[in-house]
């Protein structure tokens, strides 16, 4: 391979696992792998500058953008850090730093890097005005509903001494035991679990709904103080300060002279992250001294006056015992290591997914091989290697079976993937009651008293061989399982005509089709309007609608398509279960008198909210737009408007009109 085509390589490889991290929250490789990704791009780059490219990852920060947002500019940018992964580094760190400042007193901050999701606050007259997550480092979503929801967060600051306009960043936070209630709910629900606590801290941040993200129980530390004439000299004092005002601050951040003050900084943290509540991936160092970071300036993508350790992964080794391969409601055939309890992190870990065959094969398993076993995000336990001199004589190697080892059907690759499927759908025990546990979840249809093994029983029973079953079920038939009194039959049932009222949305999402999640479901039913409309549509008329790629259209065409999901549509229907949107009428256009106007709403409302705003210009011929641009035509402000936008749109001289004149645009 040339080094044009390892750059190319490189390149699509780091753009996909950007992707993955940023957008979807599902990282396929440690941050220790990607930097090594990227610091090998960097590298090739530098010495073919003939192939520089505007696009390359290199040269832009990943981005968490959700276009269910609203989109903010961040005042100051908000850049990532440079890693290292040994004391070397940062030694090495230190004395660059103190040459660049020769001949002055050098000062560290040592701070913990908690394992969440970046967050830049505002605050004016000592009141939150504005939440806005990292994005691509120059702008990011408005998440400031969701913020308020945080309890660690004040709404209000106490104390004195704080400017009248800052910014505040911190890091969102999920603990540790708020984690494990979560997936334990989600693992009820047949929904996959989170693989740690950063991914469920972004993925929660990003919801539509406050009332589930207050639920959810997010946590919030903070770590550097910005604004214009700070009343302070340097990072440590400004955070002390900050944490009297009613921040949450990490009692770790510690004040250090010289290297063996910061080596023996890294050496306490390391054994001491694991008595944390939330979970941690490393340290950060700072430069104290203000004017010293202001001497030592910014690269293109980080800071030179900080940098950022990551801790190793702990790891332990234990004997395979055997691969099992687990089957999902999907189909999805996944291999999991079962093994030697062996304590890791605090817990004592049994099982560890191996997650497809492409990744088993290229680890090298064995029967009776001793694996090294760590847990990724101090949560999740993943196999990373295969002690090769430990190996027993004879073994024979693990392969990835051919046949479903529940129903016996081949398997089928699925073509451009790493994963193997039980085409089976409707005879494969596994997925069918999947699929039975998945829809009576509580973000689904709710129906409660119908856990695995009850859905498990049903299925045995003979009960129930698809969802549409479920509104067949009788007393008599509920008292003939295991565990089942009249009471809790009754339960059952009632939770059944109850799930009549629940909106299509959910039903939808309910209906197990593959790649469409939760906010994409909601996005589809806002769109169709009705389950009639969405079985009647093209793959191409699909994929107009917003998220919605080739890859799912056709997974949804594929799904009406076929006879059985049909007719359990049908039977859904005759039963009562809600498959269109309320008010469709409502929603329908009602005039063009603001066609060719583009919108940005801004503030806090009083007489509607922000959301039917963005209805009545939709239902009026208008657009919203997430940001200010010399093509708006109008700023729909409210109450507390942030001054950044304020100011932008008087820049660009448009109009900015109150409630009261959109409303009388409209008449």
């Not at 769109?527 to 259209?553: F, H, K, N, R, Y």
Request: proline content about 4%.
């Amino acid at each position: 391979m040339t080094d044009q085509e390892r750059i190319d390589t490189l390149r699509r490889e780091i753009h996909r696992h950007n992707y993955n991290y940023y957008v979807k929250n599902e990282p396929e490789i440690s941050d220790y792998d990607f930097d090594m990704l990227l610091k090998e791009l960097e590298e090739l780059e530098r010495e073919h500058p003939e192939f520089d490219d505007p696009n390359s990852p290199t040269k832009r920060v990943g981005s968490d953008i959700n276009t269910g947002f609203e989109q903010v500019e961040h005042i100051y940018p908000m850049l990532s850090l440079a890693n290292s992964y040994s004391i070397d580094d940062v030694d090495a760190w230190v004395q660059r730093i103190e040459e660049a400042l020769a001949g002055q007193k050098v000062e560290i901050v040592g701070e913990m890097k908690f394992d969440g999701t970046g967050i830049s606050l505002i605050y004016e007259h000592g009141r939150l005005l504005r939440a806005v997550t990292r994005g691509d480092g120059t702008r990011g979503d408005d998440v400031t509903d969701n913020v308020r929801t945080i309890r660690s967060i004040p709404l209000q600051l106490v104390g004195q001494g704080w400017p009248d306009f800052f910014e505040i960043r911190g890091e969102i936070v999920l603990p540790r035991a708020a984690f494990e209630r979560l997936n334990a709910e989600r693992a009820a629900a047949g929904e996959a679990p989170f693989a740690n606590p950063r991914n469920a801290a972004a993925g929660t941040l990003k919801l539509l709904n406050p009332a589930e993200v207050s639920r959810r129980g997010l946590d919030a530390y903070f770590y550097y103080l910005l604004g214009e004439n700070l009343p302070y000299s340097n990072h440590f004092e400004a955070m002390t300060a900050v944490r009297s005002w009613g921040f949450k601050v990490s009692d770790i951040m510690t004040l250090l002279h010289g290297l063996g003050e910061v080596d023996r900084f890294i050496t306490r943290c390391d054994s001491l992250r694991r008595e944390l509540p939330v979970a941690t991936d490393g340290l950060v160092f700072k430069v104290n001294s203000f004017r010293q970071q202001l001497n030592l300036g910014f690269t293109a993508k980080s800071p030179r006056w900080a940098v950022a350790y990551k801790f190793a992964a702990e790891q332990a080794a234990t004997r395979l015992r055997f691969v099992s391969f687990d089957i999902g409601r999907l189909g999805y055939i996944t291999p999991v290591a079962n093994l030697e309890p062996v304590p890791l992190s605090g817990t004592i870990v049994k099982r560890a997914s191996l997650h497809n065959d492409d990744i088993m094969q290229a680890l090298d398993i064995y029967q009776g091989d001793m694996l090294l076993v760590e847990k990724g995000g101090e949560i999740i336990p993943k196999i990373v290697g295969v002690v090769e001199e430990d190996r027993l004589p004879g073994a024979e190697k693990v392969t990835f079976v051919s046949h479903c080892p529940a129903c016996g059907t081949r398997l089928v690759r699925i073509e451009g993937e790493a994963a193997w499927i039980c085409p089976n759908k409707y005879g494969c025990e596994p997925q069918i009651v999947g699929r039975i546990e998945h829809f009576v979840g509580r973000r689904m249809m709710n129906i409660d008293g119908i856990g695995a093994e009850t859905a498990a029983a049903l299925f045995r029973h003979g009960y129930v061989r698809n969802v549409a079953d479920l509104y067949d079920l009788t007393v008599s038939q509920l008292l003939t399982i295991e565990g089942f009194a009249e009471k809790s039959a009754l339960r059952v049932l009632d939770g059944i005509e109850a799930s009549k009222q629940v909106p299509f949305e959910r039903t939808l999402y309910a209906l197990s089709i593959p790649f469409v999640g939760e906010t994409t479901a909601k996005k589809i039913a806002r769109v169709v309007g009705s389950v009639d409309t969405l079985m009647s549509m093209s793959v191409e008329q699909l994929q107009a609608i917003e998220d919605v790629g080739p890859g799912t259209a056709t997974s949804i065409a594929e799904f009406f398509a076929d006879p059985e999901n049909r007719s359990i549509v049908e039977r859904l229907r005759a039963a009562g279960v809600v498959l269109s949107m309320p008010q469709a009428d409502e929603a329908a256009p009602k005039s063009n008198i603001l066609a060719g106007k583009s919108f940005v709403i801004s503030g806090v409302f009083a007489l509607h909210s922000r959301d039917e705003y963005k209805t009545m210009i939709e239902q009026n011929g208008g657009k919203n737009v997430g940001s200010i641009s010399s093509k708006t035509n109008y700023v729909l402000a409210g109450e507390n408007m942030g001054p950044a936008k304020l100011e932008k749109a008087r820049k660009l001289g448009i109009p900015i009109i109150n409630e009261e004149q959109f409303l009388a645009m409209l008449i």
